[in-house]
Structure formats: structure tokens, C-alpha cells
């Protein structure tokens, strides 16, 4: 399993040609206690940084990007029940939704933990 990041604060678990993707704990810090989110629907299917999404707090509403291109193929139905596991387990139970890659080279733009953590500084 990879796990990369983006400049939006995306995090993307990646296995064979599916990635999990969530926000990232500097996102869920900045937006303070998440309220709402909007998921993209199951067959969707979005090119790399189009708006997939939206996740709103008690600050502030942001867009959830796609990371790389490809096709939505779950949602986390629980993160929708209880957006506050966005917060409470931002990298594990508060997932955002999966996607089927369609074009696997565009994972090499993105960052490793290293890079994104110097990146969020």
C-alpha cells in the first residue's frame, strides 16, 4: 500500500488500481469540527482537480478535490451518518470515498509523507 498526498491536503491510500481518499489532519486542524460533507455518487466519474466533493465545519466549507483521475467506486456511508469522524480519525474511519484510477501515472505528481509534511509547515 502507497500512500500520497496533495497541495490540497488530500490523502490517497492506494492498492493495485484503487485509491481511498480522505483529508488530511492539517485540513481537519484548519477546518476545525466538520458538520457536513458532500460525496461524490458511486459511477461518477471526475478528471484530476475537479470538485468532488464538499466538507463543511464550524469555520468554514471547503472543496474536496479528486486527486488524480478516475471513477468513484464507494463512499464512506458512515462519514455521512457522522461527519465528525472527520476529525476524530481523519486517516483511518473518517475516508471520504474510493475511486478506480484511470490513468495510474498521475500519482507520481503527487507527494510522499515526507514531502507533504514540510509542505503543511
Same mark, same amino acid.
Given at each position: 500500500?502507497?500512500?500520497?498526498?496533495?497541495?490540497?491536503?488530500?490523502?490517497?491510500? =492506494?492498492?493495485? &488500481?484503487?485509491?481511498?481518499?480522505? =483529508?488530511?489532519?492539517?485540513?481537519?486542524? $484548519?477546518?476545525?469540527?466538520?458538520?457536513?460533507? !458532500?460525496?461524490?455518487?458511486?459511477?461518477?466519474?471526475?478528471?484530476?482537480? *475537479?470538485?468532488?466533493?464538499?466538507? *463543511?465545519?464550524?469555520?468554514?466549507?471547503?472543496?474536496?478535490?479528486?486527486?488524480?483521475?478516475?471513477?468513484? %467506486?464507494?463512499? &464512506?456511508?458512515?462519514?455521512?451518518? !457522522?461527519?465528525?469522524?472527520?476529525?476524530?480519525?481523519?486517516?483511518? $474511519?473518517?475516508?471520504?470515498?474510493? =475511486?478506480?484510477?484511470?490513468?495510474?501515472?498521475?500519482?507520481?505528481?503527487?507527494?510522499? *509523507? %515526507?514531502?507533504?509534511?514540510?509542505?503543511?509547515?
Amino acid at each position: 500500500m502507497t500512500v500520497k498526498y496533495t497541495e490540497d491536503h488530500e490523502w490517497l491510500k =492506494i492498492e493495485g &488500481n484503487i485509491a481511498t481518499v480522505g =483529508i488530511t489532519v492539517h485540513a481537519q486542524d $484548519a477546518l476545525g469540527d466538520v458538520v457536513f460533507v !458532500d460525496l461524490p455518487a458511486v459511477g461518477a466519474t471526475f478528471a484530476q482537480k *475537479e470538485t468532488a466533493g464538499v466538507v *463543511e465545519s464550524v469555520k468554514a466549507a471547503a472543496d474536496v478535490y479528486m486527486p488524480v483521475s478516475g471513477e468513484v %467506486t464507494e463512499i &464512506n456511508e458512515a462519514l455521512k451518518a !457522522d461527519p465528525s469522524l472527520a476529525n476524530s480519525d481523519p486517516l483511518g $474511519a473518517g475516508w471520504f470515498f474510493k =475511486i478506480k484510477l484511470s490513468d495510474p501515472s498521475q500519482l507520481d505528481a503527487l507527494m510522499d *509523507e %515526507t514531502r507533504y509534511t514540510a509542505f503543511a509547515a
